[in-house]
């Protein structure tokens, strides 16, 4: 366990219900390897130095809380009405209040995430000196996922914009490389940023995935970094999906058990 670095935080979203779960649990309630996948994401986020991590609850959010009851230098925010992953993001400003750090924002429902990962993203933002960094994945198939757009030659690496699938063109659907929310932030530039995003897109969302693109347009840093294993961008919808992650997860220990 690496000691944890004041100038670290994380923002964890986990307000979904996760309709497609058959269940009345909040989405990162449901078990990997048997426990709560939210908690995988906390494992990493300690491990990679995150010192203070702020949950984004909302469907049954007292159910979160319980379930990370104890858990230390964790407090958590409630996301009222369920507006996007920018307004999430949004709602955990308070609770930042004070902090001018490096800032990770996560998806309390990825517990494939690894620490390693997170230590790397850290690392090509400080050595950027970026206001955002995102780890990037290029995947066979990118159905469903934001599209990373570069520029031929730009700063922080050559990135563009995030296009979201439902907003993105046909040739931008051809872009096999994509955005599995592993963001790092200069917190103040997130917040101030996160006031300019609009809702005008094909969901009527306030979306997380603007705000890379509008401090670029501010003339700020933004990098890239191609990292993320296409096996670790498993998405958990579905029972299946739940079934699939929980056996590659269960690999992953047996192997570490063996070494």
């Given at each position: 366990m690496t000691e944890s670095h004041p100038n670290v935080a994380a923002v964890l979203l986990a307000a979904g219900q996760g309709t497609r779960m058959q269940s009345d649990l909040p989405k990162v309630l449901?078990?990997?390897?048997?426990?709560?996948?939210?908690?995988?994401?906390?494992?990493?986020?300690?491990?990679?130095?995150?010192?203070?991590?702020?949950?984004?609850?909302?469907?049954?959010?007292?159910?979160?809380?319980?379930?990370?009851?104890?858990?230390?230098?964790?407090?958590?925010?409630?996301q009222e009405e369920q507006l996007g992953t920018g307004h999430a993001a949004a709602v955990a400003q308070e609770a930042l209040a004070d902090f001018r750090g490096d800032l990770f924002v996560?998806?309390?429902?990825?517990?494939?995430?690894?620490?390693?990962?997170?230590?790397?993203?850290?690392?090509?933002?400080?050595?950027?000196?970026?206001?955002?960094?995102?780890?990037?994945?290029?995947?066979?198939d990118p159905t469903g996922y934001g599209r990373v757009l570069r520029e031929a030659h730009g700063a922080g690496g050559g990135f563009d914009r995030i296009v979201e699938q439902k907003d993105a063109t046909p040739e931008q659907l051809l872009v096999r490389e994509v955005n599995p929310s592993y963001?790092?932030?200069?917190?103040?530039?997130?917040?101030?940023?996160?006031?300019?995003?609009?809702?005008?897109?094909?969901?009527?969302?306030?979306?997380?995935?603007?705000?890379?693109?509008?401090?670029?347009?501010?003339g700020q840093t933004v990098a890239l970094l191609d990292a993320?294993?296409?096996?670790?961008?498993?998405?958990?919808?579905?029972?299946?999906?739940?079934a699939q992650v929980d056996a590659i997860m269960r690999q992953r220990l047996t192997a570490t058990e063996k070494r």
């Open positions: 449901h078990e990997v390897a048997d426990k709560p996948m939210i908690r995988w994401v906390i494992d990493a986020c300690r491990a990679a130095a995150v010192s203070r991590i702020v949950v984004v609850v909302g469907y049954r959010g007292d159910l979160v809380r319980e379930a990370l009851k104890g858990e230390p230098n964790v407090c958590f925010v409630k996560l998806c309390g429902d990825m517990p494939l995430i690894r620490p390693h990962i997170l230590e790397e993203l850290l690392e090509t933002h400080r050595t950027w000196n970026a206001c955002a960094t995102l780890a990037t994945a290029i995947l066979k963001y790092c932030f200069h917190a103040p530039a997130l917040f101030d940023a996160l006031k300019r995003v609009s809702s005008d897109n094909a969901q009527g969302e306030y979306y997380l995935t603007d705000v890379p693109g509008l401090l670029k347009q501010d993320v294993p296409e096996s670790d961008v498993l998405g958990i919808n579905t029972l299946e999906d739940l």
